[in-house]
């Protein structure tokens, strides 16, 4: 069985500082790396991927990527009281047949 | 760009009924994929297409629940009959493969009374 896991929070940050948001995957074959944002009734919609071992930025996000240690992670710097929502992990590999595993997602909030 | 659309939005039924979902995905992909997502289950996979052809629907819970893709830009999810814990959010998402970006619809809140 191939997991995602994620803490499901809340992970409570003062607005300003730097929320970082953590995910480690089981399969060592996983390839791909999502990070999606879900506000409260809403629909999940992605902020960013990483394929590749180190960091990838866009804007205030940066997600990280450690193979070898199985976790991926998601900075978001001077965090902002919109960026509370709900965040999920997900991963594919060839042994899901590519389908996204899901992380239970973190539950993050900005406090102003 | 049109997104991902589903019908209805909100659904609210009696237990027995019939409950059809409708998915309209991005035009230009060819994998979609049905999801539930309650509090206590997360998001859940019931079935994914490609190219039209269910693929895995080894998350369709029982044989209550159906799913077809008919052609390449509307699906449809059916279930019946309807049960109190089916009450869920149904998302429809999209993407251009299997693996590649999923792209979600608004999704479909149903309520079985």
């Known amino acids: 069985q191939k997991e995602v896991e994620q803490n499901s929070g809340p992970l409570s940050v003062p607005e300003g500082a730097i929320a970082s948001l953590n995910c480690t995957y089981s399969d060592r074959g996983s390839q791909s790396f999502f990070w999606y944002r879900q506000y409260s009734g809403k629909s999940p919609e992605l902020i960013m991927f990483i394929y590749s071992n180190g960091d990838k930025e866009d804007g205030r996000f940066t997600a990280q990527l450690n193979k070898a240690s199985q976790y991926v992670s998601l900075l978001i710097r001077d965090s902002q009281p919109s960026d509370s929502a709900t965040y999920l992990c997900a991963v594919n590999s060839l042994d899901s047949n590519y389908q996204l595993i899901w992380g239970a997602g973190t539950k993050l909030i900005i406090k102003p | ?113």
């Open chain 2, 1 to 113: 760009d049109a997104g991902v659309i589903q019908s209805p939005r909100h659904e609210v039924t009696e237990m027995g009924q019939e409950v059809t979902l409708r998915c309209k995905p991005i035009s230009g992909h060819n994998s979609l994929f049905w999801y539930r997502q309650t509090m206590m289950r997360g998001l859940e996979l019931l079935i994914y297409f490609n190219n039209n052809v269910p693929i895995d629907d080894s998350g369709m819970p029982e044989d209550r629940f159906s799913a077809k893709m008919p052609n390449a830009s509307f699906s449809t999810l059916k279930i019946q009959p309807s049960e109190p814990r089916d009450s869920a959010v149904y998302f429809c998402a999209s993407s251009t493969s299997s693996g590649n970006t999923q792209y979600f619809g608004p999704g479909t809140r149903l309520t079985v009374l």
